[in-house]
């Protein structure tokens, strides 16, 4: 059974970087690259939104509000996933969660400050 588990948030200020992990566990090599990966997110009290994609193939598409701020990236050597974001912005906080083939990680924390 696959398990995806993110890690690398935080607390950081307005216009900072952090870049975000996530690895897969009980499956076999190049797992993101055969099977994509998506990062999303949830605000407090909202719903859980979709940031970027990293499909399959290859192609990476990244959501509207953070395109050209939010890279996402994969090691397949490593079976991990990545979120570099970059100039952060306050409405970016919320909790961030990778999935992939319908199994979803169990989050991970980043809060920016104004």
């Known amino acids: 059974q696959v398990q995806l588990m993110e890690f690398g948030g935080g607390l950081v200020q307005a216009g900072g970087s952090l870049r975000l992990s996530c690895t897969a566990s009980g499956t076999s090599g190049r797992f993101f690259s055969s099977n994509g990966v998506s990062w999303w997110r949830q605000a407090p009290g909202k719903g859980r939104d979709w940031v970027a994609y990293?499909?399959?193939?290859?192609?990476?598409t990244i959501e509207a509000s953070v395109k050209g701020r939010f890279t996402i990236s994969i090691d397949d050597a490593k079976n991990m996933a990545y979120l570099q974001m970059n100039d952060l912005k306050p409405e970016d906080t919320g909790t961030y969660f990778c999935l992939s083939l319908s199994t979803w990680g169990q989050g991970t924390q980043v809060t920016v400050s104004s």
């Open positions: 990293f499909e399959k193939g290859g192609v990476t």
